[in-house]
Nanobody, 121 residues
Framework: QVQLVESGGGLVQAVGSLRLSCAAS????????MGWYRQAPGKQRELVAT???????NYADSVKDRFTISRDNAKRTVDLQMNNLKPEDTAVYYC???????????????WGQGTQVTVSS
């Protein structure tokens, strides 16, 4: 069974930094695009950043120049380095991946369970 498991969330003061990590596990043939999304209370889930297998990246305008997404294809991990955090970055952050499991050999989109990031002013 394929799983995405996040770690690294927590409470931080404004202008501080946090690093989120996500590891994919299970019987996986390949992983295409991976990314991070977030959902603040009362708001819709929104894209934060994505990275392709070839490491092409895409960022939401609100996090450009503050957040950096990276991945290790061999370890099947994707990280999100968040610097200069703002109170408006407070949200549950979700890892996402387009994964091809050995069981079906069909690409399916998977989500992690989420990790809370709280930025105090």
């Amino acid at each position: 069974q394929v799983q995405l498991v996040e770690s690294g969330g927590g409470l931080v003061q404004a202008v501080g930094s946090l690093r989120l990590s996500c590891a994919a596990s299970g019987s996986i043939n390949s992983i295409n695009t991976m990314g991070w999304y977030r959902q603040a209370p009362g708001k819709q889930r929104e894209l934060v950043a994505t990275i392709t297998r070839g490491r092409n990246t895409n960022y939401a305008d609100s996090v450009k120049d503050r957040f950096t997404i990276s991945r290790d294809n061999a370890k099947r991990t994707v990280d999100l380095q968040m610097n200069n955090l703002k109170p408006e970055d407070t949200a549950v952050y979700y890892c996402n991946g387009d994964i091809r499991p050995w069981s079906t050999m069909s690409i399916r989109n998977y989500w992690g369970q989420g990790t809370q990031v709280t930025v105090s002013s």
